[in-house]
């Protein structure tokens, strides 16, 4: 079974939900809803906004060199969700 490195849609922060799951730089990632999910993967290099935030959890992920697990995943989505609310 294939977990996500999100917890949460980068699009709408809804849940990320099982059928909304691709794989970008060799990571699952996921989304809340399958259209979503198509047309990131459709359209990877005109989606900066959400290609930044999976290159953000990539890019600690591999400084941290920590495998990864729900919690950590859930760790990281409640420090973005934090982060979003003070900009």
Excluded: Q, W
């Amino acid at each position: 079974m294939n977990i996500a490195i999100n917890k949460y849609c980068p699009r709408s922060g809804k849940p990320v939900v099982a059928d909304s799951l691709t794989t970008y730089r060799g990571v699952t990632v996921g989304f809340c809803n399958p259209h979503c999910r198509d047309d990131f993967a459709a359209n990877v290099d005109e989606r900066p906004n959400d290609t930044r935030y999976f290159d953000a959890l990539i890019k600690e992920l591999d400084h941290e060199g920590e495998k990864i697990n729900e919690k950590h995943i859930f760790d990281r989505d409640v420090r973005r969700a934090r982060f979003l609310d003070r900009v």
